[in-house]
Nanobody, 126 residues
Framework: QVQLVESGGGLVQAGGSLRLSCAAS????????MGWFRQAPGKEREFVAS????????YYSDSVKGRFTISRDNAKNTVYLQMNRLKPEDTAVYYC???????????????????WGQGTQVTVSS
């Protein structure tokens, strides 16, 4: 099992940037593929970005591609989401998720992931 704690959310103006962090407990962080999802009020949870265990392979939603960057530092048991040129429609609670698998399949499906953090609020004002 792994415990995930997100941080870095907050209030930012449109066009600004935020970097979210997801800190994982234990020494098995490198065994997990990681993902970021978000959920806005009244909407379903949606895929944002995913990264393989090694960090070599990444995936992005079309809505954030070119603006967001997912990365990981296995030595620090942390995955990051750098968010640039933020838009009001990016406003949501952002969740970190971990997938226990050798390869990252179904990266955009929430059911793929075994563990979830509690989320961090990102609010982008216009």
């Amino acid at each position: 099992q792994v415990q995930l704690v997100e941080s870095g959310g907050g209030l930012v103006q449109a066009g600004g940037s935020l970097r979210l962090s997801c800190a994982a407990s234990g020494r098995t962080f490198s065994n997990y593929n990681m993902g970021w999802f978000r959920q806005a009020p009244g909407k379903e949870r949606e895929f944002v970005a995913s990264i393989s265990r090694s960090g070599v392979t990444t995936y992005y939603s079309d809505s954030v591609k070119g603006r967001f960057t997912i990365s990981r530092d296995n030595a620090k048991n942390t995955v990051y989401l750098q968010m640039n040129r933020l838009k009001p429609e990016d406003t949501a609670v952002y969740y970190c998720a971990a997938d226990w698998a050798k390869y990252l399949f179904g990266y955009s499906n929430p059911a793929t992931y075994d563990y979830w953090g509690q989320g961090t609020q990102v609010t982008v004002s216009s």
